[in-house]
C-alpha cells in the first residue's frame, strides 16, 4: 500500500488530472459557514465549562 500524501499533487505520473478532489487547503472565498461557527463555539463552550 502506498503512504498516504498531504496536499497538492492533483496530477498522475502522466500529467493527467487525478480523479478526485485534494481538500488539503480551504479554498471557499466565502468563509466558514455560521452554523458552522455557531456549533463549533457552542461545543468548545461546553468542553470547557465541563472542565471547571
Known amino acids: 500500500m502506498k503512504p498516504f500524501e498531504h ?8 500529467g493527467r488530472q ?3 478532489l485534494d481538500f488539503s487547503a480551504n479554498i471557499n472565498p466565502l468563509g466558514m459557514p455560521s452554523t458552522v461557527r455557531t456549533a463549533l463555539t457552542r461545543s468548545l463552550d461546553a468542553k470547557l465549562l465541563s472542565e471547571e
Open 18 to 20: 487525478k480523479n478526485w
Open 7 to 14: 496536499g497538492g499533487r492533483v496530477y498522475d505520473a502522466d
